[in-house]
């Protein structure tokens, strides 16, 4: 049976599959354990059991039909329809009805009863385990017979007895002793000696450096003039403009122009719109300012005044 196909490959994905109109299977995880009859070993697995009272459809078994088959969702619901039929017919024939690797529906005492197959498991995480038997351990056991083979051959500690050394050993290491203090004392008054030798060669070798600095020292006679450069700073805050440019380079450009005319032009610097301007001159007295600005209005209509602290 195909839709049993189905119901399997949905119950190693979901915990809850409803085969609509006849019931769900549920699986709940179950971990591993001991059978201590057996001493077999059961890995952690997804046990299935069946609720008949979960009928209504869901669409996860009928979605899942519909694209594994490429039919239509009405098609996938008529062909779970049928295969419920049969289950039914199967019933009444022979009473009871088995799904592929999922378990085993029979009637007991009138109601309908489900027996899961145990040898599948749907926990992928238990993919590849098997059950396996092992032998039991018996460590009383094994205990008990130690404390017998105690009790009947005790184990005695002998203390081990020392030897005597010889005389000649001893005084042989009272000399070795002897020797080692006396060289130990000697290299110390070695040490010191080449200690004072190194600092009077230090302290000659510093004599003679100094004796050579105060020769090398020397004083000039005719010092060179110091050089003074006088530039002019612009002031005022009666500024007349001559323009304002994006590019620095450009207005630098337009300020050696403006020299050459005859003017103080210079930069006034970047205003708030980023732009870098260049004024004919600057004035401290509003009435000099107004005056070049007519003077400049014959030669440039955009020039204009700005009053700005410098």
Same mark, same amino acid.
């Given at each position: 049976?195909?839709?049993?196909?189905?119901?399997?490959?949905?119950?190693?994905?979901?915990?809850?599959? $409803?085969?609509?109109?006849?019931?769900?299977?549920?699986?709940?995880?179950?971990?591993?354990?001991?059978?201590?009859?057996?001493?077999?070993?059961?890995?952690?697995?997804?046990?299935?059991?069946?609720?008949?009272?979960?009928?209504?459809?869901?669409?996860?078994?009928?979605?899942?039909?519909?694209?594994?088959?490429?039919?239509?969702?009405?098609?996938?619901?008529?062909?779970?329809?049928?295969?419920?039929?049969?289950?039914?017919?199967?019933?009444?024939?022979?009473?009871?009805?088995?799904?592929?690797?999922?378990?085993?529906?029979?009637?007991?005492?009138?109601?309908?009863?489900?027996?899961?197959?145990?040898?599948?498991?749907?926990?992928?995480?238990?993919?590849?385990?098997?059950?396996?038997?092992?032998?039991? $351990?018996?460590?009383?056991?094994?205990?008990?017979?130690?404390?017998?083979?105690?009790?009947?051959?005790?184990?005695?500690?002998?203390?081990?007895?020392?030897?005597?050394?010889?005389?000649?050993?001893?005084?042989?290491? $009272?000399?070795?002793?002897?020797?080692?203090?006396?060289?130990?004392?000697?290299?110390?008054?070695?040490?010191?000696?080449?200690?004072?030798?190194?600092?009077?060669?230090?302290?000659?070798?510093?004599?003679?450096?100094?004796?050579? $600095?105060?020769?090398?020292?020397?004083?000039?006679?005719?010092?060179?003039?110091?050089?003074?450069?006088?530039?002019?700073?612009?002031?005022?805050?009666?500024?007349?403009?001559?323009?304002?440019?994006?590019?620095?380079?450009?207005?630098?450009?337009?300020?050696?122009?403006?020299?050459?005319?005859?003017?103080?032009?210079?930069?006034?610097?970047?205003?708030?719109?980023?732009?870098?301007?260049?004024?004919?001159?600057?004035?401290?007295?509003?009435?000099?300012?107004?005056?070049?600005?007519?003077?400049?209005?014959?030669?440039?209509?955009?020039?204009?005044?700005?009053?700005?602290?410098?």
């Amino acid at each position: 049976m195909k839709i049993a196909n189905y119901i399997q490959d949905l119950l190693y994905r979901y915990e809850c599959v $409803i085969l609509p109109g006849f019931g769900a299977f549920l699986s709940q995880k179950e971990p591993a354990f001991i059978d201590k009859d057996t001493q077999t070993f059961h890995p952690p697995k997804k046990v299935v059991s069946f609720n008949s009272q979960l009928r209504k459809n869901d669409g996860l078994l009928a979605n899942y039909i519909a694209a594994a088959q490429k039919v239509s969702y009405t098609t996938s619901v008529n062909m779970i329809a049928e295969f419920v039929e049969k289950l039914e017919e199967s019933f009444k024939e022979d009473g009871k009805v088995e799904l592929e690797n999922i378990g085993r529906f029979f009637y007991s005492e009138e109601k309908l009863q489900f027996e899961p197959f145990e040898h599948v498991n749907y926990l992928t995480d238990s993919f590849g385990l098997d059950s396996f038997k092992t032998s039991a $351990i018996s460590r009383e056991t094994y205990k008990k017979q130690v404390e017998e083979l105690e009790e009947k051959a005790p184990i005695l500690f002998t203390p081990e007895r020392r030897r005597k050394a010889p005389a000649y050993l001893k005084y042989a290491a $009272i000399g070795l002793i002897a020797l080692g203090i006396s060289g130990f004392a000697g290299l110390n008054i070695y040490s010191s000696q080449v200690s004072k030798h190194n600092i009077a060669e230090q302290q000659q070798a510093q004599e003679q450096l100094q004796e050579q $600095i105060q020769q090398a020292t020397f004083v000039i006679d005719n010092p060179l003039p110091a050089v003074t450069f006088n530039v002019a700073k612009q002031t005022g805050s009666y500024h007349i403009v001559a323009g304002a440019f994006r590019v620095e380079e450009n207005a630098k450009t337009k300020v050696a122009e403006l020299r050459k005319e005859g003017f103080k032009a210079h930069l006034l610097g970047e205003n708030k719109y980023g732009l870098h301007q260049v004024v004919y001159a600057s004035h401290e007295k509003r009435r000099d300012a107004i005056n070049m600005l007519r003077e400049v209005k014959s030669i440039n209509e955009a020039a204009w005044l700005l009053v700005q602290e410098l």
